[in-house]
């Protein structure tokens, strides 16, 4: 079973049979926009990996001009189970591999182009490494995601109609022989000069026009309907609108999809954030690279980004309510390079020490106000189980949470989620310890969303509390955690 399937039935078996158990007449009715039951699963898979290999692998490129020779791709081996390990070892969830990049060249031996691994030297033309990393994947309980750019620097029709016939033949392709694919990746790279057939010139689309998404998407679920669909502005996960690992403090699940094209111009800042009246529920993904570029160059070996920085960008994607898509290319020899696979294992040494031991388990725990009812009672808060969540009775959009500990205690990390399939609630909020005879506020933030880390210092107090200063709606928190 992938890891998306257990998470889909985690969602449906445990999150519902707690909602059923109880009573109509005291469940907070919800706040629309709500997550589906696929986004639901997928933003607690929290992190996953992007690969990106093909023949700039091998040409020191990062964008290549689709002039490449598949003779240029002849990596020593693919070991597409080391990739698969690793990222299971150090935490990750999902990868996502760059079946197709902007030149053109196809990780698989695509019927439709003679540009692949097919004309290739390696494994004398007889690999499928969307195949290869597919399998790995699932034995590895990771979900496993494909990215096919919509820009074809190599294709003679790219810009014309007959394009898109060849680009959606690829995606069934895709759909159909690699198993349960759980997101599907494009991005806003359209247009520019090209190779294009030998014509070597340079060609514009009109991006809002030219791809008919729509009509793509809707072909796509009807071979796998549970796929999600990544792109600038949706239509199920978002670009967050940088690629430095950084999503808004304030980040909104929600955002008003009122065109759907990859690299709509305008709309940066408002990915980032996104917004407190969206009709939508469209989530931020954090793209970040471990390295400079997205591509292997041995010129970059130093450059690898240091376990202490990856553990930053974490706090500041999961830690914002983001998934985490972190790159990681792997080198010549088709392996993820030493240099990066040491760093992800420091970072992962990081998050194990860092929350190891949850000192909210240990406080007793209050608040303000509380929903009638046993299901909604503050210690649902401290559980350890998500799928179980304190209320505020409606009507009151304020409220306090409070943790006391018989003896000081050394904190250093606050962790808080909603219960989001109820929708986004929590607009502001302020945490304070207990410090010298009195409350010191040590963090004022906006949205919580899935799930909110605030670093509070190196406090010693025997008392934290949460006070959620406006909301949309009673809020609802599913768990508090203390580091």
């Known amino acids: 079973m992938t890891i998306a399937k257990t998470l889909l039935s985690i969602v449906f078996v445990v999150s519902g049979s707690d909602l059923n158990a109880q009573p109509k007449r005291l469940k907070p009715a919800p706040v629309f926009p709500v997550p589906s039951a696929q986004q639901l699963a997928w933003h607690a898979m929290e992190m996953n990996a992007f690969i990106h290999f093909t023949t700039n692998t091998f040409t020191d490129k990062e964008w290549g001009y689709g002039d490449e020779s598949p003779a240029v791709f002849n990596p020593d081996t693919v070991d597409a189970v ?78 014309r109609p007959s394009y898109l016939d060849y680009y959606r033949n690829q995606l069934k392709e895709l759909f159909t022989q690699y198993g349960p694919i759980f997101e599907m990746w494009f991005d806003g790279a359209n247009g520019g000069d090209g190779y294009y057939g030998g014509t070597r010139d340079k060609r514009s689309i009109d991006g809002s026009r030219y791809y008919e998404w729509p009509r793509t998407l809707e072909m796509v679920t009807g071979i796998q309907p549970n796929v999600l669909f990544f792109s600038d502005a949706g239509p199920h996960i978002r670009w967050v609108g940088n690629e430095r690992g950084v999503a808004g403090s304030t980040n909104w699940n929600m955002i008003n999809p009122d065109t759907l094209y990859a690299g709509k111009p305008g709309i940066t800042k408002l990915l980032g954030t996104g ?209």
């Open 82 to 159: 080391q990739w698969a390990k690793v990222l299971r070892e150090t935490g990750f969830k999902g990868m996502i591999l760059t079946c197709k990049h902007h030149d053109g060249f196809c990780l698989w031996p695509s019927a439709y182009t003679e540009h692949s691994v097919k004309n290739s030297p390696f494994r004398n033309g007889k690999a499928d490494i969307v195949k290869e990393v597919s399998e790995a994947a699932r034995k590895n309980n990771l979900a496993f995601g494909v990215y096919l750019s919509p820009w074809d620097r190599n294709r003679a029709d790219y810009g």
């Open 275 to 483: 917004s407190e009246d969206g009709t939508k529920w469209i989530p931020a993904e954090v793209d970040v690279s471990i390295r400079p570029g997205w591509f292997y160059h041995a010129s970059e070996d130093s450059k690898v980004k240091t376990p202490e920085e990856l553990f930053r960008i974490y706090l500041t994607s999961v830690g914002r309510g983001s998934n985490l898509l972190l790159n990681i290319p792997p080198d010549r020899t088709g392996r993820f390079n030493e240099m990066d696979v040491q760093s992800l294992r420091g970072f992962r040494k990081i998050l194990d020490s860092v929350f190891a031991r949850n000192l909210a388990s240990e406080a007793q725990v209050s608040a303000s106000v509380n929903r009638r009812g046993k299901w909604f009672r503050p210690q649902t808060m401290i559980d350890n189980d998500k799928h179980t969540y304190w209320s505020a009775p409606d009507g009151e959009d304020t409220a306090t949470v409070e943790l006391r500990w018989g003896r000081a205690r050394s904190l250093r990390y606050l962790v808080i989620q909603e219960y989001i399939a109820l929708g986004q609630r929590v607009k502001s909020f302020s945490v304070d310890v207990f410090t010298n005879g009195e409350w010191k506020t040590v963090a004022k933030e906006t949205t919580v969303g899935y799930k909110r880390i605030l670093p509070i210092g190196n406090l010693h107090s025997d008392a934290l509390r949460i006070r959620i200063t406006a909301a949309r709606a009673c809020p609802l928190i599913s768990n508090v955690e203390v580091y």
